[in-house]
């Protein structure tokens, strides 16, 4: 078959892609997002979006226990703290906690000093419920800003899962050259766009089928285990944690088991694995400096009609 | 197979899961709800609508009457007043006729003593053409509002089927500790997103085929029954009793039906199923206190530019 | 099989169904209304839709011709004098031509006096291109207003085919008690769900394959023929006369006549039996009276907050 | 099989079609288009856009290589400028660079000079990267203007691939009757509206799965096929050229191998091929004359309430 990764990195084991169910944690951060002055009157979104939080994660905890596997669940500091038990039951199955923001905020519209702030109460909520600073970080809404890959250095941050630029792992660097792993995704891994209808957020698609919106998840993962590529969802456990998505989940992960030499694995493991690569010298990865763009570029013109 | 519901209630006669085709009979309340000063010259819109009344219900209710079956029909008070034919014909049928306001208003805009004003409007319409006022009680729009609850226990009403939190029964309880039975839904369940495409309500998808919209609604089915939960449909007579849909729904609960040990029952039944087994002490609900969020939480940084 | 229509009408040499193409061929007149002053401008979304009269109604007439069956073809009297070829083999063919607006206007947003203009116009423009008046009108836009009835009536059409009151034919009759026949569709007939992708005209679906198109088509069509129904498209010239998608209609129309006891004919034919069948008593319509609702509902409660 | 093109022109050594796959190469010309004093804070959005350039172009190059055929890749100057090892690598394997405007500017909100100058922009970057002027201009969001033509002829361009009047090439031509090919598509040619899903762009559609959206691209494919007509793309390396899209493209392309008789040819390739038909007077087009409608028609009645 023709080869469609130029330079794939080394897997573990030989395995033949690596696969993180990264989901989005974001319990009715969401509702205070999109209504910051106006949450307490709606209770039908919020009783939807509790749902990821009281029923959603143990079941997919339990699921990822049945099959062995652990993930990394990225989620705003306030769901840290409105959900300790959410939390403890995934600190128990040996699963990743990784930084979104503190009430889900989009902080590419924010000044430079408040998302700082929000970066700072991600962290020390993560801190404090799990003993340890997150070690990645995925943006909120796709909401990276220019300032956003400078605080993630800063403050310590080794990974972050926030952008589309390959489908293998690569480095996103600074002025100074300090790089981290920038471990992408792209649309087509985010089960948002198959399967959320919530008026309240302005936000109608048809609700596809489980087995239907499987066809768009798996094409992605046949892709990177012939290619040799990373598959990473953008899942939410609200959406994909509903009963009969999260048995298509559980058919999912039978068929990349049954397919063999799949490298599950979570968010911190693959990017540690691709510095250790890096260090070692085993392998070179694309490198993308940021911002790309600090000017907008100068217009031939401008629309005047 | 892995359990995916962690502890489902006992169903009758050891029923795998219970099914309620729970329809929301909107007529031309809709109509009225979108344009309440200009509904006169939307004559396009309001046939579509009248249709749901004038042909919809009699075909559904001949093809529940031929499966032997009872379901609750979600209905504003106005469309009780000007539908007579209608709610009688769903009255020998043995069907639950549900609150649905009285002009499918989104009770979470109006102030408390005018969503108290259209839940007695809506109770009144209903006790004098059913002989009783309703037991049970859906939300239009989903505009579930912080004083729902309070209002639906003080008026006697035993169960709410408007939320989204679980998969199965539980309670809603208000600051006094007084509870009534949640009957969730999700999107998933709602013919809405599959079929509805109504310029006039600004409601623009593409119409699925019915044996593709059938792929979401039984593969929520499916998961019910392989793990003990509830299904209920989200469905308008309007929408889903259109002639091609309405024969696909009659493959559906043959499907249902050959699979078995299904139990099909109104929503009234089923919230007296569990009110019965938490009375007796003979299963344990997941509780809601209700409403979540009185107050929004402290931002640490708002949108700036 | 249960029946799913309470009363069918019968049909000519015991059909079990009627079938009509009707399409609406609405050409340029698109751009004029939505871009009334500034379609100069706009010349990707004119050659698209010139695409209609240029390329796809000789396209569509030999299909139809090769199957011996004729159409209903509703046009705007602007299209009418602007497309004579056009008209000319849809004449040719012994298709009828009905009305459709001057310049497909929203009757609903006009005055009655300024709808009275325009019916007045594209009535001039039709008989003027075919000799005779038009028995038969389609409302652009589904912008059926509240004069619409009356105004059909006092001058002369037949029929309506703009409503989606029944599944079957039915009478609309205004207050002295004079009535028209209604031929309905839903939606569901429509193709401008599936296929029509237009930035200009403010419409974004994804495109659907012309296979999966036709089993949203092919349902309704399946359905009528099981229960005696009346099967109307709302397909346009340029979306389902584009090649790939003609094709599939050729096939669709192939499966229809191997199924076979299709009644294959124009609107006008079908209102005409209609008329006939009320005429002579072998059959009872549903009767609507129009306007619905003269003046809106009194509301318990409009929203406040 | 009924033909359903009624004059295809002879395509070369008897193929049943043409095809080319012609590409919009826009990388963040979209992102400046979107925010003309926005982009910096982007950083998603961008990240998904350089992909294009960075990922899709060497994986497609490789792709069309492995296949031994050429396509068009039509681009924005600025592209032309700031990815010139995309450029290279095209020009390497014998690709077309076609004109897509200076910056994706939607020429028809410009002033007929600014348009002059964008296109000039255009030109100048293809010719300094080229070493020669191009021959093919696709419009960039489909905003071909009044003055579009005009400007094509009198700097020298050959052919325009922005229209949709036909399914063959056919003739635009101005005032003067001079006149240019138009290769002509549709929006289920573009791979935009099944797959893009950017919150940024305010674009959100359910992500199809490849296999799906092939069904709509190989639909076309096989009624050109089967008609004599002409298959041309507008697909984006950004969204194509996707891991698990580039599979399924490598998949159609084999189809269309195998099914044979196919011309695989850049869109000059093809424009030139028309023309010398046209010149050697071995085939008719149809010729359209721009602009359509210089001025809006004269309206029976517009909106009043």
Same mark, same amino acid.
């Given at each position: 078959?023709?080869?469609?990764?130029?330079?794939?990195?080394?897997?573990?084991?030989?395995?033949?892609c690596?696969v993180?169910?990264?989901?989005?944690?974001?319990?009715?951060?969401?509702?205070?997002?999109?209504?910051?002055?106006?949450?307490?009157?709606?209770?039908?979104?919020?009783?939807?979006?509790?749902?990821?939080?009281?029923?959603?994660?143990?079941?997919?905890?339990?699921?990822?226990?049945?099959?062995?596997?652990?993930?990394?669940?990225?989620?705003?500091?306030?769901?840290?703290?409105?959900?300790?038990?959410?939390?403890?039951?995934?600190?128990?199955?040996?699963?990743?906690?990784?930084?979104?923001?503190?009430?889900?905020?989009?902080?590419?519209?924010?000044?430079? /000093? +408040?998302?700082?702030?929000?970066?700072? @109460?991600? =962290?020390? %909520?993560?801190?404090?419920?799990?003993? &340890?600073?997150?070690?990645?970080?995925?943006?909120?809404?796709?909401?990276?800003?220019?300032?956003?890959?400078?605080?993630?250095?800063?403050?310590?941050?080794?990974?972050?899962?926030?952008?589309?630029?390959?489908?293998?792992?690569?480095?996103?660097?600074?002025?100074?050259?300090?790089?981290?792993?920038?471990?992408?995704?792209?649309?087509s891994h985010?089960?948002?766009?198959q399967?959320?209808?919530?008026?309240?957020?302005?936000?109608?698609?048809?609700?596809?089928?489980p087995a239907r919106a499987r066809e768009t998840f798996q094409a992605d993962f046949d892709a990177a285990w012939n290619?040799?590529?990373?598959w990473?969802a953008?899942?939410?456990?609200?959406?994909?944690?509903?009963?009969?998505?999260?048995?298509e989940q559980?058919r999912l992960i039978e068929y990349m088991?049954e397919k /063999? +030499?799949v490298?599950?694995?979570?968010? @911190?493991? =693959?990017? %540690?694995?691709?510095?250790?690569?890096? &260090?070692?010298?085993?392998?070179?990865?694309?490198?993308?400096?940021?911002?790309?763009?600090?000017?907008?570029?100068?217009?031939?013109?401008?629309?005047?009609?």
């Open positions: 078959m023709l080869s469609l990764i130029d330079n794939p990195p080394p897997w573990p084991n030989g395995a033949r690596a993180s169910f990264a989901y989005d944690f974001d319990a009715e951060s969401l509702l205070h997002l999109y209504y910051p002055t106006d949450s307490a009157r709606r209770l039908s979104l919020a009783s939807t979006l509790r749902y990821g939080a009281r029923v959603a994660i143990p079941r997919l905890a339990a699921i990822w226990r049945h099959f062995g596997i652990r993930q990394t669940v990225f989620t705003p500091g306030w769901c840290v703290e409105h959900y300790p038990e959410a939390i403890e039951l995934l600190l128990e199955g040996g699963h990743e906690i990784g930084h979104h923001g503190w009430l889900h905020e989009r902080v590419n519209q924010l000044s430079r /000093g +408040d998302e700082e702030r929000v970066l700072e @109460a991600g =962290i020390r %909520a993560i801190e404090k419920a799990t003993g &340890a600073p997150p070690v990645g970080y995925r943006c909120p809404s796709g909401a990276f800003s220019e300032h956003t890959l400078d605080l993630l250095i800063d403050y310590g941050l080794r990974y972050d899962a926030s952008l589309g630029g390959h489908d293998i792992p690569y480095l996103v660097e600074r002025s100074d050259g300090r790089a981290i792993v920038e471990l992408p995704h792209d649309a985010d089960d948002w766009n399967y959320v209808h919530l008026k309240d957020a302005n936000w109608q698609v048809p609700v596809a089928a290619h040799g590529g990373l990473t953008v899942f939410h456990p609200f959406v994909s944690g509903r009963l009969a998505r999260a048995e559980v088991m /063999g +030499d490298w599950f694995a979570t968010c @911190a493991e =693959i990017a %540690a694995h691709i510095d250790g690569l890096v &260090a070692r010298g085993e392998w070179t990865p694309m490198v993308e400096r940021l911002p790309f763009w600090p000017e907008p570029p100068e217009q031939v013109a401008l629309p005047s009609r």
